[in-house]
T-cell receptor
């Protein structure tokens, strides 16, 4: 059975304090790994899709990386507006586009 | 920018009422999905559709039903709402050939 585990559950950073969020996964075969940002009471907002080990994607202060067992979301010099829950999801091959989500990392960035 | 809409955004309703949650997208996506999310928990797939007149149940058992009569519209119906249906319902869509799913803003349902 496909599984996604995200750590830490919650993270509190000061503005400018860089850190990384972890997403560990087990799938029979990876078709894609997805990162989303979710603000309270809203739907997930798409950030990145990664398809193969070694792939990296960047957007502003965020950088996502992928290995065969895990993905990291690196946040460089975060700002308070980066506060949100970050969700990781995987799609396995042959699963008819079904996504398996983790429970997310709640990030709070303070001044 | 994803153009996917859900109404209502919030709904408080009594037990036994029939409700329909609306989801529409203007991107021409052929595939659409419904997820259920409880606070602090992961999203669970409850229904999906590959196109008009195609609907399938997801992993999470749900007493809801869906229909797909038009490409852009994927409503979810609860025939008789119960307090156990209290949750957030999220609609998503994607186009064949692109794996990324785009989400709507969600409907928060409270059944009293």
């Amino acid at each position: 059975e496909d599984q996604v585990t995200q750590s830490p559950e919650a993270l509190r950073l000061q503005e400018g304090e860089s850190s990384s969020l972890n997403c560990s996964y087990t799938v029979s075969g990876l078709r894609g790994l997805f990162w989303y940002r979710q603000d309270p009471g809203k739907g997930p907002e798409f950030l990145f899709t990664l398809y193969s080990a070694g792939e990296e994607k960047e957007k502003e202060r965020l950088k996502a990386t992928l290995t065969k067992k895990e993905s990291f979301l690196h946040i460089t010099a975060p700002k308070p507006e980066d506060s949100a829950t970050y969700l990781c999801a995987v799609q396995a091959t042959g699963t008819a586009s079904k996504l398996t989500f983790g429970t997310g990392t709640r990030l709070q960035v303070t001044l | 920018e994803a153009d996917i809409y859900q109404t209502p955004r919030y709904l408080v309703i009594g037990t036994g009422k029939k409700i329909t949650l609306e989801c529409s997208q203007t991107m021409g996506h052929d595939k659409m999905y419904w997820y259920q999310q409880d606070p602090g928990m992961e999203l669970h797939l409850i229904h999906y559709s590959y196109g008009v007149n195609s609907t399938e149940k997801g992993d999470l058992s749900s007493e809801s039903t869906v229909s797909r009569i038009r490409t852009e519209h994927f409503p979810l119906t609860l025939e008789s709402a119960r307090p156990s249906h209290t949750s957030q319902y999220l609609c998503a869509s994607r186009v064949t050939g692109v794996e990324t799913q785009y989400f709507g803003p969600g409907t928060r349902l409270l059944v009293l």
